[in-house]
């Protein structure tokens, strides 16, 4: 025997997996007396429309950062059922905390390589200072032998007197 739900009945029983009440398919089942199996073809279905969907981004999306990490450290140790409970209470699920902890490792590990990158480029900039200290070495010492000759040069023709005449 096939029961026939309205549209506005099946968004109310389904609003109730969403927060603040966080139900389970299987608590709904039995609280509404509907088949469970019901409840996924309804969900899926909601889903794929959007509609679920978007009111769960917009309830996660409500936490700050330092919100976020707070929740990842109070949830570290609790057991799958406590961390269910705690969830449920707090309005968004355990999905959430898992995608809150990928986006801090993330981030952290793309701080290390930035960390190596920097330490790396450092120590190019480092060395190629090195050489071109040593070509500034080379090139004034270069300067300074040819200003000494030039002026032995001109106390040359100074003292004999060679370079008045050829000019």
Not at 37 to 62: A, C, D, F, P
Not at 88 to 93: A, I, L, V
Not at 150 to 159: F, Y
Request: one cysteine or more; aromatic letters at 6%.
């Amino acid at each position: 025997m096939r029961r026939g739900y309205s549209e506005e009945k099946k968004q109310f029983v389904l609003k109730k997996l969403l927060p603040p009440y966080n139900m389970s398919i299987r608590q709904l089942s039995r609280e509404e007396g509907i088949a469970s199996s019901t409840l996924h073809k309804w969900r899926k279905k909601y889903i794929k429309v959007g509609s679920m969907q978007e009111n769960h981004q917009i309830k996660s999306q409500k936490f700050s950062p330092s919100e976020c990490l707070q929740i990842i450290i109070e949830t570290a140790s609790l057991t799958e059922l406590e961390l269910g409970e705690y969830c449920r209470k707090k309005g968004f699920y355990t999905q959430d905390i898992q995608t809150w902890k990928e986006n801090i490792i993330q981030a952290m590990s793309g701080l290390k390589q930035t960390e190596s990158e920097d330490k790396k480029q450092a120590k190019k900039d480092k060395e190629r200072i090195k050489s071109l200290e040593k070509e500034l070495r080379r090139k004034d010492k270069a300067l300074a032998e040819t200003a000494a000759l030039l002026v032995l040069r001109k106390k040359l023709q100074a003292l004999y007197g060679e370079g008045e005449e050829e000019a």
